[in-house]
């Protein structure tokens, strides 16, 4: 739901009227449940929406890092070096797409695995977890973000029959092709705690050092995730807090 006053007649009774309003609509449409995500900073809508039995489900922060090509990478090349000694190396969907018919099923079940102990920010009345989706529609939300197989940095081992242990992409977002949005990042838990996303969050910084990318954009809802754009210099611009209405 979209829900917004102008600040020149807030105070004044009308959010909590639309809200009302639409909590009412959505129970004629049959909705199971209502979702809003004001900004953290937010109190009087928090406040609003929480008195109308909506609940946290989860937070997601925004991230920009406004100098790309002020960003320097070296610090960072140990961590590849470290993969390689355990047998992992980064290559990217391009490369991969010509030689592996199962690229993007490969893909999207390394996204699949990666949010194992990620939060549901609309969560299903009866707590099962949603359908997978297809490797189709995987498929097109990747190119909804405009993403770029060769800036799509994946990690491989050796010895996992081909298995995506991880990966990394960016989307451009501007005509001038000088603006960057995340195209997703995931890794596979088993394989955490080893700089994998710092590796290849890195390796997609350093492409777009190479392709005149100035500015890039993110948002995560994994603290840890956080860490790692912040230590890559991304800085937070905004939490957005999710909430769910359940019953309607």
């Known amino acids: 739901m979209d829900l917004v006053v102008n600040p020149r007649h807030r105070r004044r009774g009308l959010g909590a009227r639309l809200l009302d309003f639409l909590i009412a609509r959505a129970r004629v449409a049959e909705a199971t449940s209502l979702q809003a995500r004001p900004y953290s900073d937010r109190g009087a809508a928090l406040a609003l929406l929480a008195s109308r039995g909506f609940r946290e489900t989860m937070r997601m922060t925004g991230l920009l890092l406004e100098d790309v090509r002020g960003v320097l990478l070296e610090p960072f090349a140990w961590y590849e070096g470290k993969l390689a000694q355990r047998g992992i190396r980064v290559t990217t969907l391009a490369d991969l797409l010509p030689v592996d018919p199962d690229a993007w099923e490969k893909l999207r079940d390394t996204n699949q695995a990666a949010q194992f102990g990620w939060p549901d920010p609309d969560p299903r009345p009866d707590g099962r977890p949603h359908e997978p989706e297809t490797v189709e529609q995987f498929r097109a939300r990747c190119h909804e973000f405009h993403m770029i197989p060769a800036s799509c940095f994946i990690a491989l081992a050796r010895d996992h029959n081909g298995q995506y242990l991880g990966y990394s992409a ?23 705690g080893l700089g994998l996303a710092t590796t290849l969050k890195a390796r997609c910084l350093r492409w777009a050092q190479e392709n005149g990318v100035h500015r890039l954009v993110t948002s995560s809802g994994n603290p840890a995730m956080v860490r790692v754009n912040e230590k890559l210099g991304f800085r937070r611009t905004y939490v957005e807090v999710r909430l769910v209405r359940r019953p309607v």
Do not use: F, I
């Not at 005509?175 to 995931?186: D, K, N």
């Open 170 to 192: 960016l989307g451009l977002t501007d005509v001038a092709r000088t603006q960057a949005g995340s195209g997703g990042t995931a890794v596979r838990p088993e394989y955490r």
